[in-house]
């Protein structure tokens, strides 16, 4: 079968394509306009897996640019990752989310459509959660949806197309909610990492907390800030479920499963069922790392809940999926070791 994966030049997608492409016998077309995304990550798809990864330069919201792709090529499924995803920059630039995480992925469904795509797997996130109510954590798919930000808006909307196209066409999707993903891959090796040739998390300005916290670490900024100690949960700063980008990877592995074998559409959530504070995480990156870089207490960042769990009964009910590093110091030491070898 042929996927195409939208986006797959970042972090979360060539993961994932690396896992399908390990994991499958799927062909792969990757595009990406590579505005985030990352030609080096391309390369070690590639590299690794020859003529099964066809790259095209293109944005995926270009209707042209689709017609052309999808008439040369028979597209079986698509694993859509290509967005926008900075919580804090949604709410300055709501528009430019709505653009690009809304209407570029109508024109997308637009082609879909036409071209009888049967499969479609969508990065959702937590986020459409906004700020769940403490009673019902770990968040369940059936909790309301009350994004807090315009990112989170984003994507629940993207559901909502989603659920509506499934009801009058052939097309099923599986849209995949996200937790905070980090980490990097458990295949790369010291060998692999000290020629340059590792697959992690590579970001242009990087906001996410353990990327930043890592980067402390290395070197690469002076220190950090807290955003908010006085929200109300055990230490006061914010709680987040951390999942291993490896088990997020596997999770799209067993969407597709899913819809091969069971020809319906589902929401599931991606995490580990429990979480950890900002605190906790910046003192095992210290741990981790050996190096006690400064930590300023800031205020609160616009769009930010207090806490988001993970439910993830269902997903393992519905699918073979089982987590396998589930343990923030492998999360950590993974993306530590990936961070040191961008230095090199
Ligand atoms: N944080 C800091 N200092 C920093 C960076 C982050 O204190 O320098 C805090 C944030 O305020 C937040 C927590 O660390 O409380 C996690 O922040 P991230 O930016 O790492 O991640 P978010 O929780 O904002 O968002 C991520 C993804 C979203 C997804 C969400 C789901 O980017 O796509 O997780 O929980 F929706």
Same mark, same amino acid.
């Given at each position: ?23 499958? &016998?799927?062909?792969?077309?990757? @595009?990406?306009?590579?505005?985030? %995304? ?11 897996? $020859? ?11 270009? #209707? ?12 079986? =499924? ?9 919580? =804090? ?24 459509? #036409?071209?009888?795509?049967? !499969? ?27 994004? /807090?930000?315009? !990112? ?15 009801? /009058?066409?052939?097309?099923? !999707? ?23 040739? =590792? ?11 353990? *990327? ?10 002076? %220190?950090?800030? @807290?955003? =908010? ?9 914010? /709680? ?5 980008? &490896? ?9 597709? &499963? ?12 991606? $995490?580990?069922?429990? $979480? ?11 741990? /981790? ?24 009964? *269902?997903? *393992? ?9 589930? &343990?923030?110091?492998?999360?950590? #030491? ?11």
């Amino acid at each position: 079968m042929t996927l195409l994966c939208t986006g797959a030049a970042g972090y979360i997608g060539s993961h994932t394509a690396l896992t399908l492409l390990e994991q499958t &016998d799927a062909r792969l077309i990757i @595009i990406d306009d590579l505005r985030t %995304g990352f030609m080096e990550n391309i390369a070690l798809l590639q590299r690794g897996f $020859g003529d099964r990864v066809e790259f095209v330069e293109m944005d995926f919201g270009d #209707r042209n640019a689709l017609e052309t792709l999808f008439s040369r090529v028979q597209i079986d =499924g698509v694993v859509h990752f290509g967005a926008s995803l900075i919580v =804090g920059e949604s709410v300055q630039k709501p528009l430019s989310y709505y653009h690009n995480n809304v209407a570029n992925v109508i024109a997308l469904l637009e082609a879909c459509a #036409r071209f009888g795509v049967k !499969y479609f797997i969508f990065s959702s996130t937590a986020a459409v959660y906004g700020e769940p109510d403490s009673a019902l954590i770990p968040v369940r798919e059936d909790a309301p949806l009350a994004p /807090i930000n315009p !990112y989170g808006t984003s994507k629940m909307m993207v559901e909502l197309i989603l659920q509506d196209i499934a009801r /009058i066409s052939p097309l099923r !999707y599986v849209a995949l909610r996200y937790f905070n993903v980090a980490g990097a891959s458990m295949k790369n090796t010291p060998e692999l990492l000290s020629r340059g040739l =590792g697959l992690g998390q590579r970001s242009k300005n990087a906001t996410h907390l353990i *990327k930043v916290a890592l980067e402390c670490a290395v070197g690469k900024r002076n %220190g950090m800030s @807290i955003f =908010g100690e006085d929200y109300d949960t055990s230490d006061g700063t914010c /709680i987040r479920d951390y999942i291993h980008i &490896d088990d997020l990877a596997a999770a799209h592995v067993s969407a597709l &499963d899913f819809l091969r074998e069971n020809g319906e559409s589902a929401v599931f959530n991606v $995490g580990y069922n429990h $979480g950890y504070s900002v605190k906790e995480v910046i003192q095992v990156v210290k741990e /981790i790392s050996g190096v006690d870089f400064p930590v300023a207490m800031a205020a609160r960042r616009a769009g930010d809940p207090a806490m988001l769990i993970a439910s993830n009964q *269902k997903l *393992k009910r519905h699918t073979n999926w089982q987590p396998k590093f589930d &343990d923030l110091r492998t999360i950590v #030491r993974s993306a530590y070791e990936f961070e040191c070898s961008l230095r090199s």
